[in-house]
């Protein structure tokens, strides 16, 4: 059973900088066949789950939302399926539940949140102004 843990979130002021990491278990091991795409997401209180970064099996290939463009940066080691989210420059409204997401598609629009299989339990990111 695939299970993916987050970890770094935390209260920072605005202009500071926070790094979220996800570590996913239960895949057979770190080769390309194993590897997943991945994305962070998050949910601001009252509000639905968007899309923030999403990096294909690689690494080569990453996606960003327009909100966070310039100031996230979403990274992985190669196909090992631990991926990492700086976030430099936060601002208030970047405060919410901020969450992994891994699946077994190939190519295509990273920023859906339907074609995620496997969701971690989400990390809390305050960002005071």
């Known amino acids: 059973q695939v299970q993916l843990v987050e970890s770094g979130g935390g209260l920072v002021q605005a202009g500071g900088s926070l790094r979220l990491s996800c570590a996913a278990s239960g895949l057979a091991d770190d080769s390309a066949d194993s590897s997943l795409p991945m994305a962070w997401f998050r949910q601001a209180p009252g509000k639905d789950r968007e899309f923030g970064a999403g990096?294909?099996?690689?690494?080569?290939?990453?996606y960003y939302a327009d909100s966070v463009k310039g100031r996230f940066s979403i990274s992985r080691d190669g196909f090992k399926n631990t991926v990492y989210l700086q976030m430099n420059n936060l601002k208030p409204e970047d405060t919410g539940v901020y969450y992994c997401?891994?699946?077994?598609?190939?190519?295509?629009?990273?920023?859906?949140?339907?074609?995620?299989?496997?969701w971690g339990q989400g990390t809390q990111v305050t960002v005071s102004a």
């Open positions: 990096i294909s099996r690689s690494g080569g290939m990453t």
């Open positions: 997401a891994g699946g077994r598609f190939f190519g295509g629009d990273y920023s859906s949140s339907v074609r995620y299989e496997y």
